[in-house]
């Protein structure tokens, strides 16, 4: 039993889950079923992984009042695997950030309301969002709406799978 234990996530139903991310190194897992109707079950995967290992190249640091934000060679195809991160520090902290984005919006569709194959990822502060966090993770080709995020802080990152590549994504942020 894990000291201190809280409960991260609660999954059922049919559905391909995203991955997620927790801040500690140890990690318990129940699985309850009643009385009644049997279904297959599940399966995951996990990996141990080290806070830092997305290498500092692909961590653009940005401290700005405004800018854009957009995926590699957008508006053309990305490319497979990738894992870019942007941290924007605004340099005035009191205020929030408003995200507004290109009216061309193209990753991968996901399954449901998951983005198990490419996905964009926003969330408040300056590190590796876990699942405590506040975070809006997109996919498929709709333009999301415009977004504000209650911090003058916020994480960015933009992951992509093997196969299936769309046009990317591209916003403006400011203050
Ligand atoms: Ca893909």
């Known amino acids: 039993m894990i000291n201190h234990m809280c409960v991260l996530k609660v999954f059922c139903g049919f559905e391909v889950f995203p991955s997620f991310h927790t801040n500690s190194s140890q990690l318990q897992v129940t699985f309850t079923s009643d009385g009644s109707v049997t279904y ?13 290992s997305i290498p500092e ?25 990738l894992e870019e991160v942007w941290i924007v520090r605004s340099p005035n902290p009191d205020m929030a950030i408003a995200i507004e984005f290109d009216r061309l919006f193209d990753l991968e569709d996901g399954v449901g309301s998951s983005c198990p194959y490419d996905s964009l990822t926003i969330s ?6 876990s699942a405590y966090n506040e975070q809006l993770q997109l996919c498929n080709t709709t333009r999301p709406s415009t977004h504000f995020i209650r911090n003058s802080d916020m994480y960015v990152s933009f992951k992509t799978d093997k196969s299936i590549n769309g046009l990317g994504f591209s916003f403006n942020f400011f203050l």
């Open 57 to 81: 190249s692909r961590v653009t640091h940005i401290h700005a009042e405004s800018g854009t934000i957009s995926s590699t060679k957008f508006p053309s195809t990305y490319d497979r695997f």
């Open 124 to 129: 408040e502060g300056t590190s590796r969002p």
């Open 40 to 52: 297959r079950g599940f399966s995951f995967t996990w990996t141990a992984i080290n806070e830092s």
